[in-house]
């Protein structure tokens, strides 16, 4: 199957100050403030010194705003349903205005989590440290599922997304209620996440279910003693796609797994198809190309990748384009090849050029199976 290359959707609406205007709608619970860290080595029980640190939006929903925005030049696309607390949730919410972010925050008591990655540049190793996600209030939750129906009521939006783990406090059953709200069949129903996720699949109402390979073992195990103590190397991935999507009336489930094949199941059209991702660090050079930007040629002469977040801008350019009429097959390709080039920004997540992706959607062959 030969690529396909789409362009960006012109025509976005502008900003009206109102903050949602009806394309996506993503239920992003759990942000962070994402520290990455970049070391010339590390030694464990030691002092290690960074040599290069950035702070930036983390959080599988933001992560999404953050790589639609990076290819479509603006966030106007999607709104954020979030919640902050504390010293660090003011923080966010400081950088999400400072980008044009268009945000719905619902305030917690405690503080909001922090994330802190390492690269090693001597081994390519990344280390990521999540902190403590504050437990939410009783009243925090349900203010959430009032706000998240509020938004669905007032104007249909075309995707609901929901994206991420979700804060102690927040229950699954919340986010089922939230999801079986939405108007009639006329909102696409995105998820990416799958700790405590029964309700939500439960609820016949999902769309697309965008996870990794580890998750879609994880899904099953909970209902089929077969997966139980298996590893995604000892499965069949493309079966399990299908049987996710067959149980739980999901028409597409698409499934990652690193570097290596990619694999999504259609369920109305009773196929699955694989995807070979490249070499990125085989083709390091070619994939980086002439591109100046500062954030791909580090002043290193290491070659790094970060994958922190390339699961989210996989599921932010797969959705964006599935809203832009794309089939699903192109649009996971797309969306895969974007993840990939995220991979070549070793400081954030979820950012990525568009010449890279380009040139790795070229190399990424589909098959049947």
């Not at 280390?127 to 939410?136: A, D, F, K, L, R």
């Not at 998820?191 to 697309?208: F, Y």
Request: net charge negative.
């Amino acid at each position: 199957m030969s690529p396909v290359l789409s362009k960006p959707m012109t025509g976005v609406n502008e900003s009206d100050n109102v903050p949602y205007d009806g394309n996506i709608l993503c239920l992003a619970p759990n942000p962070s403030l994402q520290i990455t860290i970049q070391f010339d080595g590390i030694s464990i029980g030691e002092v290690n010194r960074g040599i290069c640190q950035t702070n930036s939006l983390g959080g599988k929903g933001q992560n999404l705003a953050t790589a639609i925005k990076q290819y479509y030049g603006n966030p106007d696309r999607v709104t954020l349903l979030q919640i902050l607390g504390g010293s660090i949730g003011n923080q966010i919410q400081a950088m999400e205005d400072e980008v044009g972010y268009k945000c719905a925050t619902v305030w917690n008591t405690l503080p909001t989590r922090t994330s802190i990655t390492c690269l090693n540049i001597q081994t390519g190793e990344m280390t990521e440290m999540v902190g403590v996600s504050g437990t939410i209030d009783k009243s925090v939750e349900l203010e959430y599922e009032q706000r998240a129906i509020e938004l669905l009521q007032k104007q249909t939006p075309r995707a609901l997304a929901l994206c991420g783990t979700f804060p102690p406090g927040l229950h699954a059953t919340t986010m089922a209620n939230i999801i079986k709200a939405r108007v009639a069949q006329k909102t696409l129903v995105f998820v990416d996440a799958v700790k405590d996720i029964q309700p939500v699949l439960a609820t016949g109402c999902i769309n697309i279910l965008k996870i990794n390979s580890i998750e879609v073992v994880s899904i099953l195990a909970e209902v089929d003693s077969a997966y139980q103590n298996h590893q995604p190397r000892d499965i069949d991935l493309a079966k399990a796609a299908a049987a996710v999507g067959t149980l739980y009336n999901i028409d597409i489930v698409a499934v990652t797994d690193g570097p290596s094949t990619a694999y999504l199941a259609d369920r109305k059209q009773n196929m699955c198809y694989g995807f070979s991702i490249p070499d990125l660090l085989k083709q390091y050079a070619h994939f980086i190309g002439e591109t100046k930007q500062s954030e791909i040629k580090e002043k290193t002469e290491h070659q790094l990748l970060n994958p922190l977040g390339a699961g989210d801008t996989c599921s932010a350019i797969m959705l964006s384009f599935l809203l832009d009429g794309i089939p699903a097959v192109e649009a996971f390709a797309q969306g895969l090849a974007a993840a990939s080039a995220s991979c070549l920004m070793s400081t954030t997540n979820s950012k990525f050029d568009h010449n890279a992706m380009e040139r790795i959607r070229k190399q990424i062959f589909i098959t049947e199976h």
